[in-house]
C-alpha cells in the first residue's frame, strides 16, 4: 500500500489530470454547441457543425462523469459539501445538459425549420450554460463558500443561490465560457472548411484575445482579495479531521505559493503560451496546432488555479477553520490506495480508445458529405 501522504498527492494531482480532460475533451464540444447558431448559417452547415462533434461527445462525457465519480470517492466532504451549495447551478447545468442528446438525436428527425432551429438553441444551451457555471463554480472556490461542519461532521451552506454570482465569480464564468468557445472555435477550424472554418478562424482570435485579457483582469483581482492560510501544525500523513486546524483569512494569501514556489508562475506562461500559440495558428491557418494551443490553455488555467489555492480544495468564508484541503477531506488510505490501482489501469484504456476513435473518424465534415449522407448522419 502507497504512503498516505503521497495518496493525497496523487489524487489532487489525478483529479486535475480529469478536469483537464474534461475540458480539453468535452469542452470542445460545448463550444461548438454554442457557436452553433452563429456559425451555422443554413441547415447543412449547422449540420456539418453538428457532425464534426457528433460521434464524439457523447464518448467524451466519460471524462465529465470520470472527475465527478472521483471527487465523490476521492474527497468525499468537498462533494457533499460542494452539492448542498451549488446545488441549483448543477441543477441548471443538468438540466441544460439534457438538450444534448435529445438535441443531437431529434434535430434531424423532422424537416420543419422551425423544429431544427429550436434544437439548435438547445444545444447553444447544453454547451453555453454549463461552460459559464462551472467558471462561476470555480471562481466560488477561489472566493470561498460560506458552509461550517456541525458536530456529526454534516455540511451546512449558509449562502444563497444568488450569493454565488459576484463580479469575480461572474468574469470566472465569462473566462470558463471564452476558454471554452475559443478551443470550440479551433476544433471547427480543424473539422470543416470553406466558410465556415473562415468565421471560426475569426470567432477564435476574438475569443482568443479577449480570454486573455479577462484572465488578466481575473490575475489582478485575486491580487487583491482575501485568501486562505493554515496556521497550525497539521498532520499530512495521518487521518485527520478538517476541524483540527486553524485558518487564517487574509488579503493577498492566494499569492504566497507563487512567492514560495516561483516555478508555479510557469502555469501562467504555459496558459498564455497556449492562448498565443492558438492564435498564431489561427492566423496561419493551421487548425490542428490552433485546437492543441487552445488544449494547453485549458490545461495550464486549471493548473495555476490549482495551485493558487494549494492545500485548500474548498475553502469556507464564514468558518475558515472549517476549510476542507488535500490533508483533510479525504477517503481512507485503503480506498485511495485501491482507486489509484483502478485509474493507472482504466485511464489508459480511456485515453487509447478515444484516440483510436477520433483517428478512425478524422477528416473535414463537409457540405457534399451531409447532401450525400443526409438520412444517416446526424
Not at 474527497?75 to 452539492?83: E, G, M, S
Not at 471560426?200 to 483581482?221: D, E, N, P, T, W
Request: net charge positive.
Amino acid at each position: 500500500m502507497l504512503d498516505y501522504t503521497l495518496l493525497k498527492l496523487i489524487w489532487w494531482l489525478l483529479v486535475c489530470v480529469l478536469l483537464i480532460g474534461f475540458a480539453i475533451m468535452d469542452g470542445h464540444d460545448m463550444g461548438v454547441g454554442t457557436l452553433l447558431p452563429f456559425i451555422g448559417r443554413n441547415d447543412d452547415e449547422r449540420r456539418v457543425i453538428i457532425n464534426t462533434v457528433g460521434p464524439h461527445w457523447d464518448g467524451n462525457q466519460v471524462w465529465f462523469i470520470t472527475a465527478g465519480g472521483a471527487i465523490f470517492a476521492a474527497w468525499p466532504l468537498v462533494y457533499a459539501t460542494a452539492f448542498s451549495g451549488f446545488y441549483f447551478a448543477l441543477m441548471a447545468v443538468l438540466w441544460a445538459m439534457f438538450f444534448r442528446p435529445v438535441g443531437f438525436d431529434y434535430r434531424s428527425k423532422v424537416a420543419d425549420p422551425r423544429w431544427r432551429t429550436a434544437w439548435d438553441w438547445g444545444l447553444f444551451v447544453g454547451g453555453a450554460v454549463p461552460s459559464l457555471v462551472f467558471g462561476v463554480a470555480i471562481g466560488n472556490v477561489i472566493k470561498g463558500v460560506p458552509f461550517h461542519f456541525e458536530d456529526n461532521m454534516l455540511p451546512v451552506y449558509t449562502g444563497s443561490f444568488w450569493a454565488l454570482f459576484t463580479p469575480f465569480t461572474l468574469l470566472c464564468g465569462v473566462a470558463s465560457l471564452t476558454l471554452l468557445v475559443f478551443h470550440g472555435a479551433n476544433y471547427l477550424q480543424l473539422r470543416t472548411e470553406q466558410q465556415i472554418a473562415q468565421r471560426a478562424r475569426r470567432v477564435s482570435m476574438v475569443s482568443g484575445l479577449v480570454l486573455a485579457l479577462v484572465l488578466a483582469v481575473a490575475g489582478v483581482m485575486v491580487s487583491g482579495m482575501e485568501g486562505y492560510r493554515i496556521t497550525s501544525d497539521i498532520l499530512v500523513g495521518e487521518g485527520i479531521s478538517p476541524l483540527t486546524k486553524s485558518v487564517l483569512h487574509q488579503t493577498g494569501a492566494w499569492w504566497s505559493n507563487y512567492e514560495r514556489y516561483p516555478l508555479i508562475f510557469l502555469l501562467v506562461g504555459l496558459a498564455y503560451a497556449g492562448i498565443a500559440l492558438g492564435l498564431i495558428a489561427t492566423l496561419a491557418r493551421r487548425g490542428g496546432i490552433a485546437f492543441i494551443g487552445s488544449g494547453i490553455a485549458c490545461a495550464g488555467i486549471i493548473l495555476m488555479a490549482g495551485s493558487a489555492i494549494f492545500p485548500f480544495v474548498l475553502p469556507s468564508s464564514s468558518h475558515p477553520d472549517h476549510s476542507l484541503t488535500v490533508w483533510d477531506c479525504v477517503s481512507s488510505q485503503r480506498t485511495l490506495n485501491i482507486m489509484f490501482w483502478v485509474a493507472l489501469v482504466m485511464t489508459p484504456i480511456v485515453v487509447g480508445y478515444t484516440s483510436w476513435a477520433y483517428r478512425v473518424m478524422r477528416g473535414k465534415v463537409t457540405v457534399a458529405n451531409i447532401q450525400a449522407n443526409s438520412k444517416s448522419l446526424y
